[in-house]
């Protein structure tokens, strides 16, 4: 019999027809390649050494206009320009203003178990909720994926994270992760396959542990999986996509290098605080300080659920801080908007913005000197929101709301 | 002259300190991109680096964590850094080192036993690095062969135009 598998090595065996296992160095076809305005125009300066600018496969490559979208300035709009020009040669998708944050795009239309996909960008390992083995790459990797449709890996060694039992109603996937991050660092996943089980995971909603998987890159993985289980399934069928499902999940005696268990009731709402993210406490340590900007979205929480927390919280309540929220993508802020919480955000003080990653990175909307921002993004790096002298928290949903309304960090009584 | 230690930097330096996200927009051309090298934790890092040639930058574990922002490595190798030694590295960091062929050595406790100034001789068929002003010599991981093939041909690219594709 052959030797079992994590997760991470069964979707490569699958996808080059032949069993391999962690340290095995394999070229492996890809199902997608995408790139953003933040990384796509050096990855078709690559193409050009390489001289090409024509893609594998049209329908297996997606460019999106995300990072800096609507256009704040010249530059960017030329960058956008330069975009269209190389979809248009192509016959590519691009995805334009307002349509929302590249991996939230790729979630919608194309991620599914056991695809193998490739993104210009750090956060391309959230496609693993879906249990597909996704990971970012820099321009040069992903020029040669473009134009080939392979690339090379090591098949990574897995860490797996087993959480099991039921979370207190105010803690939320969000808050597991920053105590996941808290316990095992920074590094302390590099070169793995984040595995998550147990059935707190398996209770989750897919947007719930889309959150977990799009922060494995935070402790240094190459990608973070999850079972492809009936919710992947429900998730799917919402896209009308169910006929991409297929059933995923570790063999029983597969190898880990790592293994965290978990016991979830035992986990209060956390806040990652500056400037790194495994700078973790509960949010009570931190409850009272002051804060100048709530922003709620990215491609960490800004779905539907996101949404439907902090509206549930923020209704016929006033926003003491300045609040704002970017949708992850179009088709979230129109079922936000039929919903009503649209409505509800915007009466309770909000900025409502389009679609994109906004305040994520700072370019179309930044931090002042001394301002400090509670976020529920992934990153609090020094500068990230656009300025070296700013403060970031990460938190939930939930808490962001709460603070919202005080001012100050504030726990999470709900 | 053998390359001699600019920087000794601590664990978890991201890809925003290397150079912050802000400035991607606006230039391809990396030798003007590389003036914003480390702004934000070490101002006069661009300028000592252009005083002098042949470079290496140490730091301790997990260097260049964060996004997948490949001017990272291209700006540092535009100051004229050669080598890169680090206890360990982030993934995308890693690879993209290579891809355009600049070397990216992972060596135990480097940060510890090398001081800024020091002057280095690096061995890759052999895994050794010599501290020529220390007289001490350290033992590296040896670099995996098919990283190794890419560094050899110069990066990526010219790897795949000498193949034909992978
Ligand atoms: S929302 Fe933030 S983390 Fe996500 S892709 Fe955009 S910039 Fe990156």
């Known amino acids: ?414 | 002259m053998s390359p001699e230690v600019l920087r000794v930097f601590p664990s978890d330096i991201n890809t925003d300190e290397i150079i912050s996200g802000k400035y991607k927009y606006d230039e391809l051309d990396m030798g003007r991109l590389a003036v914003h090298t480390f702004e934000s934790i070490d101002k006069s890092f661009y300028n000592d680096a252009k005083s002098k040639k042949d470079l290496i930058i140490v730091a301790a574990k997990n260097f260049g964590c964060g996004s997948s922002r490949e001017q990272a490595p291209q700006v540092l190798k535009a100051c004229g850094i050669s080598c890169i030694i680090a206890e360990s590295f982030a993934r995308i960091f890693y690879r993209n080192c290579f891809n355009i062929g600049l070397p990216a050595i992972e060596c135990k406790d480097i940060a510890e036993k090398v001081s800024k100034g020091d002057e280095l001789e690096i061995d890759f068929e052999a895994g050794t690095i010599k501290n020529l002003t220390k007289g001490e010599t350290y033992k590296f991981k040896p670099i995996p062969n098919y990283i190794r093939e890419i560094l050899d041909a110069g990066g990526l690219i010219p790897l795949l135009k000498k193949k034909g594709g992978f």
């Open chain 1, 1 to 414: 019999m052959n030797q079992a598998q994590t997760m991470a090595e069964k979707i490569l065996s699958n996808k080059i027809k032949k069993d391999v296992y962690a340290g095995d160095m394999i070229i492996s076809p890809i199902d997608l390649a995408f790139a953003h305005d933040g990384t796509l125009p050096l990855a078709i300066e690559k193409m050009e050494e390489m001289e090409s600018r024509k893609v594998f496969d049209k329908d297996r490559v997606l460019v999106i206009c995300d990072h800096a979208s609507p256009s704040p300035s010249e530059k960017v709009s030329n960058v956008h320009i330069m975009m269209r020009r190389f979809a248009k040669e192509n016959g590519l998708r691009l995805y334009e203003n307002g349509d929302g944050i590249c991996h939230q795009i790729v979630l919608e239309k194309f991620s599914a178990p056991y695809k193998v996909i490739v993104g210009a960008d750090s956060h391309t390992c959230t496609h693993g909720g879906l249990g597909a083995f996704a990971t970012g790459m820099g321009s040069t990797d992903i020029a040669a994926a473009m134009i080939y449709g392979k690339t090379w890996f090591k098949v990574p060694e897995a860490y797996k994270i087993e959480a099991n039992g039921t979370l207190k109603t105010n803690v939320f996937s969000k808050d597991l992760f920053l105590y996941i991050a808290g316990k095992i660092g920074a590094d302390g996943a590099t070169y793995m396959s984040l595995e998550f089980l147990g059935s707190t995971i398996r209770d989750m909603s897919i947007e719930s542990r889309l959150t977990m998987t799009n922060m494995a890159i935070e402790v240094g993985a190459k990608c973070g999986i999850m079972e492809g289980d009936e919710r992947t399934k429900e998730f799917l069928r919402r896209y009308g996509r169910e006929k991409e499902f297929k059933e995923l999940s570790p063999d029983k005696d597969a190898a880990y290098k790592e293994e965290l268990y978990i016991d979830s009731e035992d986990i209060e709402p956390m806040v990652a605080y500056p400037h790194k993210v495994d700078n973790v406490a509960p949010v009570s340590d931190y409850a009272g300080l002051e804060i100048d900007q709530v922003c709620i979205g990215s491609c960490t929480n800004g779905r539907l659920e996101d949404l439907r927390i902090a509206a549930k919280i923020l209704k016929g309540k006033k926003s003491k801080s300045r609040l704002v929220v970017y949708p992850a993508s179009r088709d979230i802020l129109i079922k936000a908007i039929k919903e009503g919480l649209i409505d509800i955000l915007v009466d309770a003080g909000a900025a409502v913005c389009p679609p994109g990653c906004g305040f994520c990175i700072g370019r179309t909307i930044a931090l002042g000197d001394g301002e400090v921002a509670l976020s529920t993004q992934n990153r609090n790096f020094k500068g990230r929101m656009g300025n070296n002298n700013a403060e970031i928290y990460l938190c939930s949903p939930a808490t962001a709301a709460v603070s919202a309304i005080n001012g100050k960090i504030t726990y999470p009584d709900i």
